[in-house]
């Protein structure tokens, strides 16, 4: 039992904190989400330069053999930061993707462009019907010539109008919400047939609808076998839950404290509102709804390569739920604590309760997740007597 | 970072947990999975059980008896215990006292009471809260006055958890009434059958009589009963509230109890089918698991960083542990009354029916479900109340 970064984990926090402590403040962030990507192709230029977007690849396909845990550091790093680049769409669900799953041609021709910052992915899964049943799929994957024709729309995929590639889950056979029948194909987003209106997110991030009018994709360009890609579709969506985990981490770390220093220097009735026992008392339950998310984070990230597949999807339920809870409250208790000047766009705190906002949404809210644990059994057995 | 136990761990926790199936005994461990009440005898001759195998005063150090075991097996020696589950050993002498004893007691004191702690030859009570000091503890009024080679209290204490069995008391009493409130009170043992002690049990509003009121009438002391220095008692009785971190959870119980409520919730039906399977009562049940889940893990993090502190402090995390442990154990003795409806209604009073439940139509086990709900209010107030816990996470980790 072990909660400690190892030397080189430590190296990697301090060398993402380090470039985003510089290039980060919020006055170039507001630069970036004002630029017509959104987000700074320089600053992912870095990324490249100090490995991160090669972070969870072997070296032979220009990574450097990180496991959740370095995602995790780099992830908190991202949401402290209020970093806006494609880092989850594009390392760990497109091409987590084809690094767990994909065949090794499919690696060599993505996983070293997307390490180098030359590509940038997208993972389109979300349809209007969908909701957050990660099964319940309508888009057609039709055999024709050596691969497939794709038909349909895709909704909110993240960094979807920029994406160099786009991951597509589509239904080979069956019924609309079978698990079985489904397919994962990597579609180039200049192919013929592939339409984006790209917009942003209300934490300013950008994503994108997607329609798909007779998309053809060879066969090499499938992952997996065709029909059965649902329990790599659940694989993929825990890697994004443990991501989000790790940065939800950054940002409710990031709310406490910018209310704690709030709380020490803002002055009314002539003394500093933390002298108050009722909003110190605030304070510290938003520390402890942190630290719980935090603790929930740390077991995503541990349980996120577990084989046994209802073990790892129970636990990630759980940790949504958790770090969706603590994710509200602490965004919601933050702007109270405020006052007015944290319902403005002048300060970092409503950006971060924007990005908790989003967090708990992406993938399935925590009301949803506290269901699929219920489904699941839960962790505890009933006692037998 | 690795969440997983070395293979000496896991190795430890089978042997532990083969121990608590072979030697706790039946009557005992029923009584804790029903919510009855234990008597007496059944922590006594399970402390006793415990103290032959040496685990008595684990967490002590090895020259006074304890076992030398790291952070994380106390860690699983506790999550065992509750997880058994098994009585703990009596706090007020094993947790208490005694760590307070062998910290700033003399030779003869540590000589003396020690073993008598670990063997529960002694019964422990505690004597720190006061009608007029509860929070503010410090304010206390109870005197020991010196007189020769004897002291002199005389006050009252409250709240003293079964005192009905003490042999022994450790009173905080003020001894200079001159100095500033923390810097006049002393630590002083006081022998329970001493004249000028009197016991008067205070019914609780779940009908049972755990606390008592303990007066004081010129009750005469030995002036060797004093532990450390005079008048810095306020110093050892903050180290004695600090002391107890580990387990302050309860994470084990609270797991325990949650086996315990979904057996009831298959057993009880509502709308013709198994509570279990009721969409809004399995999501109450689901809360209540995963924010458990993260307090475990909470409380490994305490566990493992207080395997590298440095100074013997305690952490201030250890404030989070009690805050969310008692916010958790409520809601599952709450959980545990909805479950059987209203069968949580009907009344037995335990020490007339002593434990057995006649009534025509109502299930045994819903009995002690509605006096355990009212008796859990408690574990937010005592050992420092939540709102006090978020004074001292204010201040000491805040900083505000």
Partial sequence: ?385 | MDLNFTKEELSFRDEVRDFFAKNVPAETKKKLTEGRKLEKDDIVNWQRILNKKGWAVYQWPKQYGGTGWTPVQKYIFLEELQRAPAPDPLPFAVSMVGPVIYTFGNEEQKKHFLPRIANLDDWWCQGFSEPGAGSDLAGLSTKAVREGDHWIINGQKTWTTLAQYADWIFVLARTDSKAKKQEGISFILCDMKTPGITVRPIQLIDGGKEVNEVFFDNVKVPYENLVGQENRGWDYAKFLLGNERTGIARVGISKERIRRLKELASLEVSGGKPMMEDARFRAKISQVEIELKALEMTQMRVVAAEGTRRDNKPDPASSILKIKGSEIQQNITDLLMEVVGPFALPFTDEDEAAGSNELPIAPDYAGPLAPIYFNYRKVSIYGGSNEIQKNIIAKAILGL
């Fill in chain 1, 1 to 385: 039992m072990d909660f400690e970064f190892s030397e080189e984990q430590q190296l990697l926090k301090d060398s993402i904190e380090g470039l985003l402590g510089d290039k980060y403040d919020f006055e170039s962030r507001k630069k970036f989400l004002a630029s017509s990507d959104g987000w700074s192709r320089e600053i992912w230029k870095q990324y490249a330069e100090l490995g991160l977007l090669g972070l969870p690849f072997s070296e032979e396909h220009g990574g450097i053999d990180g496991g959740p845990v370095e995602t995790m550091i780099v992830m908190s790093a991202i949401g402290n930061a209020l970093a806006l680049e494609p880092y989850l769409p594009t390392v760990v669900l497109a091409g987590g993707l084809i690094r767990r799953f994909g065949t090794e041609a499919q690696k060599n021709k993505y996983l070293p462009q997307i390490a180098e910052g030359k590509i940038t992915g997208a993972f389109a899964h979300t349809e209007r019907q969908s909701r957050y049943d990660l099964f319940d799929v309508k888009t057609t994957a039709k055999p024709s010539g050596n691969g497939f024709t794709l038909d349909g729309q895709k909704g909110v995929v993240l960094n979807g109008e920029q994406a160099d590639f786009i991951i597509v889950t589509a239904r080979v056979s069956g019924g609309q919400r079978d698990k079985d029948g489904l397919g994962l194909f990597i579609v180039d987003a200049k192919a013929n047939g592939v339409s984006r209106r790209g917009y942003r997110t209300v934490d300013g991030l950008t994503a994108a609808e997607i329609q798909l009018s007779g998309v053809k994709v060879d066969a090499d360009q499938v992952i997996g076998k065709p029909g059965t890609a649902y329990p790599l579709i659940e694989q993929i969506v825990d890697d994004g839950i443990a991501a989000l985990c790790g940065e939800a981490v950054g940002v409710l770390s990031a709310l406490t404290e910018a209310t704690t220093d709030y709380l020490r220097t803002r002055k009314q009735f002539g003394v500093n509102i933390g002298s108050f026992q009722v909003l110190q008392h605030r304070n510290v339950e938003m520390l402890i709804a942190a630290e719980q998310a935090k603790s929930m984070a740390m077991l995503a990230t541990m349980m996120v390569n577990e084989p046994d597949a209802v073990q790892r999807r129970k636990t990630m339920s759980a940790a949504k739920t958790q770090i969706g809870r603590s994710a509200q409250f602490v965004g919601e208790q933050a702007i109270q604590l405020h006052g007015g000047i944290g319902m403005t766009m002048e300060l970092k705190t409503g950006h971060w309760f924007k990005r908790a906002t989003a967090i708990d949404i992406q993938f399935g809210d925590a009301d949803y997740h506290l269901e699929q644990f219920g489904n699941m059994g839960g962790f505890e057995t009933a006692a037998q007597r």
